[in-house]
C-alpha cells in the first residue's frame, strides 16, 4: 500500500508541476506587458518599470516560475488588473457558489446514473434502449446550448423555475452566511422561503451540467452490471431464493461500483473546473463568470489562478479516489505496484 502511495503521490506531483507550466507561461508568453495592463496606457515609463521589478517581471523565466509558485504556496495569486483587488480574494468570495453548484449537479448525476443503469441492465430490450438514447443525447448536447433550451421552456414559457438571475432571487433576503452554501445557510437559519428559492435557482444550472458526468457514469455502471451479470456468483444467489432484482442489487451493484467510483472523483473534479460556460448562461456568480470576464478583459492573473486551482482540485480528488478504491479492494494496489 505505501508503494501504491507513493506512486500516486508522484504521478500527482508531475501533474501539478505540468498544469503550473501552462498556467505560468500564458500571463508571461501572452501579448502585452503585465505591468503596463495593470497600471494602464497612460501611465509612465519609470512606473512600468519600477512595477515590472516588484512583481519579479525583471529577472529570468526560471527565477519568475519559483517565484510565482512560492507565492502560490503562500495565497498570493496577484491582482486582477480590472478590479484592482487580490485574485485569491475575489476566487475565495466566488468559489463556494461553484463548489454549491457542482456538489448539486454531481449529486444529480450520480443518482440518476445509478437508478437508471440498474433499470436498463435488469430490463433490457426497449427499457435499455431507451436509456441508452438519453444517455447518448446527454453526451452529445451542447450543456451551454441546452442550458438556453431549458430557460426558454421552463422559464420563458412556462415560468415554473427561476431564470438566469443567481442563486437567489431579488425579493428573497439573503441568510446570514456560514458556510457560503446557500441552501445549507438557509436551513441553519430555519429559514424556509430562502431554502426553495436557493434550490429552485439550482435546478436549471444543475441538471444542465450534470449532462455530461450522468451520461458517463451511466454507461459505464450499466456496462460493469451487464457483464457481472453473467458470474457464477450471481447463479448462485438467485439459488439461494433471492429473486433476479434483489440479486442485482445486493450482489451485482456493489462490484459494479469500484469502476463507477473512480469515475465519479475525476467527474466530480472536472464539474467544478468545467463550469465556466454553464455559470455564464445562468448568470450564477461562481469562479466561472469571474474567469470568463478576466479572459474578455485579459486579466490573466485570475486566468491563471483559476489554471492552477483547477489542476490541484483535480488531482486531489483523483488522488483521494484512487486512495479510497485501494482501501476498499486491496487488487487495484496490487495492480499498480
Not at 498544469?19 to 497600471?39: E, M, N, T
Not at 430562502?194 to 439550482?202: G, K, S, T, V, Y
Amino acid at each position: 500500500m505505501s508503494r501504491f502511495l507513493i506512486g500516486r503521490l508522484g504521478a500527482s506531483l508531475v501533474s501539478l508541476f505540468g498544469a503550473s507550466l501552462v498556467a505560468f507561461l500564458i500571463l508571461r508568453l501572452s501579448p502585452g506587458d503585465p505591468a503596463r495592463l495593470f497600471l494602464g496606457p497612460f501611465a509612465g515609463r519609470e512606473a512600468v518599470d519600477a512595477l515590472r521589478v516588484e512583481l519579479g517581471l525583471d529577472g529570468s523565466l526560471a527565477s519568475q516560475y519559483l517565484l510565482y509558485i512560492a507565492n502560490f504556496l503562500r495565497g498570493d495569486w496577484g491582482f486582477s488588473y480590472s478590479t484592482g483587488q487580490p485574485v485569491a480574494t475575489l476566487i475565495a468570495r466566488r468559489f463556494p457558489a461553484t463548489l454549491e453548484l457542482g456538489l448539486f449537479a454531481f449529486l444529480l448525476a450520480f443518482v440518476a446514473a445509478v437508478a437508471l443503469a440498474l433499470v436498463a441492465a435488469y430490463r433490457r430490450g426497449p427499457t435499455d434502449a431507451g436509456a441508452r438514447a438519453v444517455s447518448f443525447f446527454a453526451m452529445g448536447v451542447p450543456p451551454f446550448w441546452f442550458g438556453l433550451v431549458l430557460l426558454l421552456v421552463f422559464f420563458e414559457a412556462l415560468g415554473w423555475l427561476p431564470g438566469p438571475d443567481g442563486r437567489l432571487s431579488l425579493r428573497t433576503i439573503p441568510p446570514p452566511a456560514v458556510t457560503g452554501f446557500v441552501t445549507v445557510d438557509a436551513l441553519l437559519a430555519g429559514d424556509g422561503a430562502a431554502f426553495r428559492d436557493a434550490l429552485a435557482h439550482l435546478i436549471l444550472p444543475g441538471v444542465t451540467l450534470a449532462l455530461m458526468p450522468f451520461s458517463f457514469l451511466f454507461r459505464l455502471l450499466r456496462a460493469n452490471l451487464i457483464d457481472i451479470a453473467r458470474e457464477p456468483f450471481i447463479t448462485v444467489a438467485r439459488s439461494r431464493g433471492l429473486t433476479r432484482w434483489w440479486a442485482f442489487v445486493r450482489h451485482a451493484l456493489p462490484n459494479a461500483f469500484l469502476p463507477t467510483l473512480t469515475a465519479s472523483g475525476l467527474l466530480f473534479g472536472q464539474l467544478l473546473a468545467g463550469s465556466v460556460l454553464v455559470e455564464r448562461v445562468f448568470v450564477w456568480p461562481g469562479v466561472g463568470a469571474l474567469v470568463t470576464d478576466g479572459v474578455l478583459k485579459q486579466d490573466f492573473s485570475v486566468v491563471q489562478a483559476f489554471i492552477l486551482l483547477s489542476a490541484v482540485i483535480y488531482v486531489l480528488c483523483n488522488l483521494a479516489v484512487d486512495l479510497i478504491a485501494g482501501l476498499i479492494d486491496p487488487r487495484v494496489a496490487g495492480a499498480a505496484r
